[in-house]
Each structure stands twice: as structure tokens, then as C-alpha cells.
């Protein structure tokens, strides 16, 4: 799914019934019917970067609100968009937002951010993997084309003084599956390489160039164990598993960003990114948030959405849909609590508007 993104100028955050007598018949039907609306089931699926968040987040929205249970799996961004808009689950949990053409096809469906995410670019050098290698989107470019095949090849090396880089053959690694995680890395490497993007552009699936030696890895996981057990790999993690990436004792690299420093993935660097482009967010919410040309913000920050249909199956699900997807995206010091979990930062006050007004169209 390789399509180009909706941004300007390529830059694109809440009755009373009267009491009335009733038969012991009619009140115990109503019981009966209260009961069984609040019993329900909402299924989500979609982003393993997004999926910490959401076992987070029902865990604890189950236990305040009985009756109501929410199923969550993570099977890549891609998979999850597909499935709302086959109608087989509620929520699409996905790090890139639909096509201009997706959204032509099926005008019911919403892309609705509920929080800022970022990816980090990893590395398994060994030696080096305490410090932090500078990278730009040009070096990465010519790491997955091919053109760059050793870690000691001048263009790496240029932007590293003085850092015994070893001549040994670089091993990428890139997701198997439909990724966000892929959408958000391609936009980047499209954004800093015109070359990238005029021959490869962007997607959640993209066809990648045929590099010797290189591997592929499903799921953030999946892409984590790859870079552990594969000495002189690069790949690309979303930031809510960098406790993991710390355990693996992985590299993390330093970014190039849009206004030539690097920086590395902080939460003031992802909140400088946001807060850059955040501002233009259009009323469908479909921005990307990638290579910001602010000073201090770091290049691989994006929205993380809910994608579902404005039209459910029944009031129940879509009352119940819509409660869970306001309570989640509320401005709160617990919601931000569950956000710091994995790292990631809550919507600004302009975005969350937004959301919230998208959210209530949900029937």
C-alpha cells in the first residue's frame, strides 16, 4: 500500500428517568435487557506499536466498567486497517492513516489520533552499541537500497569522527508484515531522500530493493529478537518498545532531523516534532508528523490512530465504542500515566479537539 501523503506544502490534542410504577413482569424484562446491552464485546487489531497501550488501557477501563470486554492483537497496522474496513472488528489500531483513495472508497471510516508516537532506529554494532551513531535519511536510503554496504563506508563515517567503525557488511532488516512502523520509516526516508522517494515512495507495504544479506522481522518483537541475534543489523522499533531495546542492549541512533541537527528520541525531541506540525492537522486528522522542520524535534514522531466506522452496528456498540475511545484520549494525570508506559505523549489541546468531535460522529 504505497501512497503519498495528505499534508500542505509536503509538510504536510466530555436523564434522569422519572420513577414509575412497574409490574414485576416489565421490571424484570428490563433488567434482562440492561444486562444483556451491557454486556458486549468491541474487538480491536492492528499496530504492535500501539498494542502495549491498548492492553494498558483495557485492563483498566474493564475494571470500571463492567459488562463491557475488548479484545486486542497486534497483527500490523495494515492487517488492522483492512479489518475495519472489512467490518470484522471495531478498532484498526494502525500508525499510518488511510489514502486519499482508501478514504474515496469507503467515506464512513475515520482516522482518529489518540495519542503521538515515535520510531527509533536501531543497531547491533559490536562495541559500539553504547553510544549513538549519527544517521541521516540519505545513509539509510543507501543502507536499504544497497548502495551502502559496509559500516565503514564513507558516507557513515562522515558523519562520524573519530568512531572506530568496523569493515564488516551491514545486515537491514525491514518488517515482513504491513507496517506502520514501515509507513512512518519510508515517509522519513522519502521526506530527506528525493532519490527514495521518486524510485520507492511510502506505505505501510512497500516493494523494498534486494540487498544481499538482508532480513526481515513481523511485529515490533519480532524486529527487536531479529536486531539481538543478528551481529551488525539495522532495523527500526516503535519507541513503546525501547525498555526492550535497552534489555537487548541495542544501539539507538541519532537522527538527522529537518532543520540539520541530531537528535536523539526524548520525549522532548517527540513533543518538539509534534508541536511543530501538530498545528496544521486538518479536520480528518490525517497529517504526517515525520521530519519536522523545528530545531530539537526529533524526525520519526506520527499519530497513532483508532481507525473505525462512523457507522456501527447497532447504538449499543457505537455508544459503547465511542465512550471507550473519549475516556482513552481524556487530558488526565492517569491517561498520561498509561502514556508514559510506553512512551508516548498525550494529544495537544488542538488535536485532541479534533479527535473528540470525530469520535461523537461514530453512530
Not at 22 to 42: I, K, P, R
Request: aromatic content about 8%; overall charge negative; charged content about 15%.
Amino acid at each position: 500500500m504505497t501512497h503519498h501523503v495528505k499534508q500542505p506544502a509536503r509538510r504536510s490534542r466530555w436523564p434522569r428517568l422519572a420513577a414509575a410504577p412497574l409490574c414485576a413482569a416489565a421490571l424484570v424484562l428490563m433488567t434482562g435487557t440492561l444486562a444483556q446491552a451491557q454486556d458486549l464485546t468491541l474487538t480491536e487489531t492492528g499496530s504492535t506499536l500501539l498494542y502495549p497501550l491498548f492492553t494498558t488501557w483495557v485492563d483498566a477501563y474493564t475494571k470500571t466498567h463492567p459488562g463491557i470486554h475488548i479484545s486486542v492483537a497486534g497483527t500490523g497496522s495494515e492487517a488492522g486497517i483492512q479489518q475495519v474496513l472489512e467490518g470484522k472488528v471495531e478498532v484498526g489500531a494502525s500508525d499510518a492513516y488511510m489514502s486519499d483513495a482508501q478514504m474515496r472508497q469507503h467515506p464512513q471510516i475515520i482516522n482518529v489520533p489518540l495519542a503521538i508516537a515515535a520510531q527509533t532506529v536501531n543497531y547491533n554494532l559490536p562495541g559500539l552499541n553504547t553510544g549513538h551513531l549519527k544517521l541521516d535519511g540519505p545513509v539509510l536510503a543507501g543502507i536499504y537500497t544497497g548502495a551502502i554496504r559496509s559500516w565503514d563506508a564513507p558516507q557513515i563515517a562522515a558523519l562520524n569522527p573519530g568512531v572506530a567503525l568496523p569493515h564488516h557488511a551491514i545486515v537491514p532488516i525491514h518488517r515482513a508484515e504491513g507496517s506502520g512502523d514501515t509507513f512512518v520509516f519510508t515517509q522519513f526516508l522519502s521526506f530527506a531522500t528525493p532519490d527514495w522517494e521518486n524510485d520507492r515512495g511510502y506505505g505501510t507495504t512497500i516493494t523494498w530493493p534486494e540487498v544481499a544479506g538482508s532480513a526481515t522481522a513481523t511485529g515490533n518483537a519480532g524486529m527487536v529478537q531479529a536486531l539481538q541475534s543478528t551481529p551488525y543489523s539495522i532495523g527500526y522499533v516503535g519507541v513503546s518498545f525501547i525498555d526492550k531495546v535497552a534489555t537487548a542492549q541495542l544501539g539507538v541512533a541519532a537522527l538527522k532531523n529537518g532543520a540539520g541537527e541530531f537528535v536523539l528520541p526524548t520525549r522532548e525531541t517527540i513533543t518538539a516534532g509534534a508541536a511543530s506540525l501538530g498545528p496544521r492537522t486538518p479536520a480528518d486528522e490525517r497529517l504526517s508528523l515525520v521530519f519536522a522542520p523545528a530545531s530539537g524535534s526529533y524526525p520519526l514522531v506520527n499519530y497513532e490512530y483508532a481507525v473505525v466506522s462512523t457507522k456501527q452496528a447497532d447504538p449499543t456498540t457505537a455508544a459503547a465504542l465511542r465512550r471507550f475511545l473519549l475516556w482513552s484520549i481524556v487530558p488526565s494525570e492517569t491517561n498520561e500515566a498509561y502514556l508514559d508506559t510506553v512512551h508516548f505523549i498525550p494529544l495537544p489541546p488542538h488535536t485532541w479537539e479534533l479527535s473528540q468531535a470525530q469520535i461523537q460522529t461514530i453512530k
